[in-house]
Structure formats: C-alpha cells, structure tokens
C-alpha cells in the first residue's frame, strides 16, 4: 500500500510538470535551462493528512526532446523511506492557439448583470451593430455549481442562453428577476470551460515606467515590457501600428485622459497587476475588438473600467474581477473568474469573435515518446 501511495505521487508529480510546462513558468522553479527542480514536501490528501513528499526535475525544458522525471517519497517502516519514481521522455511543439470568446460573458464563479443592462450580438463581418445586424447569440455562463452564480436582475435583458458549471442544476445557479428577460434558455454546459493562463511573450524589451503627465502625448510604436503605465487629466497615450505591450503593475487612465488605438493598428496588451480606467476614454478608431486585447496574466485580478465610456475590445482575464461602470456601452466579450455589468451598461458581443484565435500556440502539445514507472 506505501508503495503504490508512493507510485501515486510520483504519477501526481508527472502531470504537475506537465501542466507547468504547458501553462505555467517552470524557469521560476530551481536551476536553469539544463535542469529545473521543484520539490513539494508533506504533500497531503483531501481529508489534510500528509501522504509523503514529491520531488519533480524537468531536463532540458527548452529542447524540443525533454525528460520529466518525478519522485513520490512515502515513510516506511520505522526510518525507512519508500521511493517510486516516473520518467517520461516527451517532445513538444506549438501549442493550438486559444479561442476563448464563444460566450457574450463567462466567469470562472460569478456572472452579475445589474438593472437596465442589454446584452446582446451581432457580427461586424457583416456591418457596424444596429438595425438588422442585431442578433440573439449572446450567451453568458459560469463553471460555477453554486446557488445564484449568474444574476440577472431588474429590467435587463440578456438575448442569448445562459449556462451553469457542468453537472449542476441550471434553476439554482440562474437566477432570473421577475422584471428581468432572458430570451434564450437555462442550460447545463457539458464540460468545465478551460481558462488558462496567459504567458507573455518572453522576448519583449524593457521600457520601464510610462508616465504621463496632463496635456501630454506620447506614441507607442514598438512591442515593450512597461513596469506600469499611467495616463493623466488630457493626456493621450496613441497606438499608431501593431505592438504587443506588458505591464508587470498598473495600468491607470485617469479622469479625461486616452488611450488611443489608431485606425490601421492592433494593440495586444498584457496586465500583470491591474487596469483600471476611471472616467478615461479607451478609443479603438477600428471599432473592431479583434484589434484590441487585454490579457490578465495569474496575477492580473483587476480590471475596473468606469462610467459612461463606450469602446471596442475583448476581454481575457481569468483571474480578475471585471466590473463594468455604469452606462458604459462595449463592443466585445468579457472572460473574467468574476464579471459584474453595472446598471444601464450595453454590452454587443460581437460574433466575429467565436472563432479569432487570440494566442496563437498557448501552451505546448506534447507526444509521449516513454512513460516508465520505476
């Protein structure tokens, strides 16, 4: 039996390496890029009792040929110790690209559409949102299975389905106000909705700190890692061409200040910490979302756009609360672990967003070329 608990952990160290190595950042872990070490001590069970240690080395990570080999150490008979290993010899490659945007708005928990909101879509390939080109596609859902994880209260209406945590009973988790519509049904998804974390490209060079003072301008026109950025009273920040940008802390618009995304341009931005937009206008000159992406990496859990703005844009932050301000107006999508629309926001996801890959090769496909277990 300490055996094969020992053999469970080193199976359990396996898949964590793997999973690292496809979503996470195994160049945190100890070493270098020949060899990285993780070691995790008194792993525990469920019920809290300590089960053994596990002790879990990648070899050559960065090669496209790798070795994880992973150790399960279990207490044995008075001070001996029970090791079991795993080895597996894998190569990887490119991962698929990531089309997170099949739901109006999705939550890893709570979904909250406050009073006098409208959700609903249309499709930008075929023309700007309005008259004919307005649709009932607009769906909303959580992986929740508690009670109430999506809200939908007095006097909104949300034209789409809304779906609850696989498995669970769509009655308890949607809750519909009386004053409320729902033109579309309650559902059950069919299987938990994958979030992954996203990883910024690591060849980005360093910009430092963007500052903005009132009344000033500035123009990114190059890819950068930006330690946080700030926009004051009637300061523009523009984006004249297509950049990748990363903020490891803030990103703050003040009151009257612009970030502005040029008619020809594309902006890919990666928060690591925030943004927060507080009475700024974000200007896509585009008016397509495609062309402008917030990104919340695992440490992003914040994103709070104020009042009355009206922009385009697509929202991918799996760790954040996203709150929407009131009166806002957004062509997009949202996915949030949580998301509340304010009262009197219009949200129109736009359709074109079902199929747009948005992270070309997350992660890293893997074929298992050895498993062994020793």
């Not at 979503?23 to 008194?42: K, N, P, Q």
């Amino acid at each position: 039996m300490k055996s094969l608990k020992a053999l469970g952990l080193a199976e359990a160290g396996a898949e964590r390496g793997i999973w690292e190595l496809r979503y996470g950042d195994v160049s945190t872990w100890e070493g270098d890029d020949t060899l990285r070490t993780l070691a995790i001590s008194d792993f525990k069970s469920s019920e809290g009792n300590v089960i053994g240690d596990i002790e879990i080395s990648i070899i050559d990570p960065v090669n496209s040929i790798s070795t994880i080999e992973s150790k399960g150490r279990v207490a044995g008979w008075e001070s001996s110790t029970l090791i079991r290993a795993v080895r597996i010899i894998y190569e990887h490659g490119e991962g698929e690209g990531l089309c997170p945007f099949d739901h109006a708005v999705f939550a890893n928990t709570l979904v909250k559409v406050h009073s006098y909101c409208l959700v609903d879509s249309y499709d930008s390939r075929l023309s700007s949102y309005g008259g004919e080109n307005k649709f009932a596609n607009a769906h909303i859902g959580t992986n929740s299975l508690m009670q109430y994880m999506i809200q939908i209260l007095g006097d909104s209406q949300v034209d789409g389905n809304a779906y609850s945590g696989p498995e669970s009973d769509p009655e308890t988790v949607i809750y519909v106000d009386p004053f409320a519509t729902l033109n579309g049904f309650k559902q059950t998804l069919s299987g938990f909705k994958e979030m992954p974390s996203a990883i910024p490209p690591s060849d980005l060079p360093d910009r430092g700190v963007l500052y903005l003072d009132k009344n000033s301008s500035f123009r990114i026109k190059e890819s950068g890692v930006y330690s946080s950025i700030f926009i004051d009273k009637n300061a523009s920040l523009i984006v004249p061409s297509d950049v990748t940008i990363y903020v490891t802390g803030g990103f703050d618009i003040e009151t009257g200040g612009f970030f502005i995304v040029k008619q020809d341009a594309r902006a890919k931005i990666y928060l690591g910490t925030y943004l927060k937009q507080k009475g700024g206008a974000i200007v896509n000159q585009t008016h397509d979302p495609t062309r402008l992406l917030f990104i919340g990496t695992e440490t992003c859990t914040d994103v709070d756009i104020k009042n009355g703005t009206h922009f385009y844009a697509a929202i991918y932050t799996p760790s954040a609360t996203v709150d929407i301000g009131s009166y806002t107006q957004m062509n997009g999508a949202i996915i949030g672990n949580e998301v509340k629309l304010s009262s009197s926001v219009q949200l129109h996801y736009d359709e074109a967003l079902v199929n747009y890959e948005m992270i070309k090769g997350v992660g890293n496909t893997f074929n298992v070329i050895s498993w062994h277990g020793m």
